[in-house]
């Protein structure tokens, strides 16, 4: 493979893999122990927290290449 795949494959696609392993892991230790305020608010912080990273890159990526 080219380095520039090689490098998409090992951090992209395995990084996304082990971050939503860890997610799921450490929601359902919450869950396990009776800690269901926890688990709620744990799921809907890191959901929001994505889905507000992900718009203020793509308003970032729109400013940029305004030119």
Known sequence: L????RLLLATGLC????????FTHEALVFI???????????????????MGSFCAGLYAVTLATRG
């Open 2 to 5: 080219a380095p520039p795949v």
């Open 32 to 50: 396990e122990r009776a800690a269901y305020l926890h688990a709620a608010g744990y799921i809907a912080a890191t959901l929001l927290c994505c």
């Open 15 to 22: 990084g996304g893999f082990t971050t939503m392993s860890t």
